[in-house]
């Protein structure tokens, strides 16, 4: 069974900086990529970033050039390093592992952390 924790989510102001982590265990499936989403009260869930197997990453319009996603292969953990946070970007984020089993295509979700940026 493959299981996401985040961590890394907490309150800071305006132009501050984060940086989320998404530790991944049991990784019985192949992984394909790993997407940081986030999900705002009364908003729908929205992807901000994505990494790829072969290293590839991919930013949400809103995010690029302040956002950047990132692994360590040998921990098994992703990361999103936020800078110039805006109020806008309060939501819960949610780390998400897209993978392949033979003909399956499982995902897997994590439990998602909280980040609040204060005006």
């Known amino acids: 069974q493959v299981q996401l924790v985040e961590s890394g989510g907490g309150l800071v102001q305006a132009g501050g900086s984060l940086r989320l982590s998404c530790a991944v265990s049991g990784t019985a499936v192949r992984v394909n990529a790993i997407d940081w989403y986030r999900q705002a009260p009364g908003k729908q869930r929205e992807l901000v970033a994505v990494?790829?197997?072969?290293?590839?990453?991919n930013y949400a319009d809103s995010v690029k050039d302040r956002f950047t996603i990132f692994r360590n292969s040998a921990k098994n953990t992703v990361y999103l390093q936020m800078n110039s946070l805006k109020p806008e970007d309060t939501a819960v984020y949610y780390c998400h592992l897209r993978g392949s089993w033979g003909l399956s295509r499982p995902d897997y979700w994590g439990q998602g952390t909280q980040v609040t940026v204060s005006s």
């Open positions: 990494i790829t197997s072969g290293g590839s990453t």
